[in-house]
């Protein structure tokens, strides 16, 4: 996959800058639900959780720009956000 960005730098950029909108909205929306599936009071927590959101989503623009390659990148962003959604799907199961 490196090899492939390598000889085509558009492309890595084209891949990063899809990284940071999709992956971060991912990532905000997904500490979301988790707020929402934590709190008993719904309205108050899923509002708390939009007003911190854009730190997660900041944090994942500022890292797919980052000079790591851009496989952990990806990884990262899924993985985080697959976390957080078990997360929130075991808060609200025994919530």
Request: glycine share 12%.
């Amino acid at each position: 996959m490196s090899a492939f960005f390598e000889r085509h730098p558009r492309w890595s950029l084209c891949s990063r800058v899809t990284a940071a909108v999709i992956g971060g909205y991912g990532l905000a929306s997904a500490w979301v639900v988790l707020w929402g599936a934590m709190q008993s009071t719904r309205v108050q927590s899923v509002l708390g959780g939009m007003q911190t959101s854009w730190i997660l989503y900041v944090g994942a623009v500022i890292w797919a720009f980052s000079p790591v390659p851009l496989g952990r990148v990806w990884r990262g962003l899924l993985l985080s956000t697959a976390f957080l959604l078990g997360a929130a799907a075991l808060a609200a199961h025994w919530g």
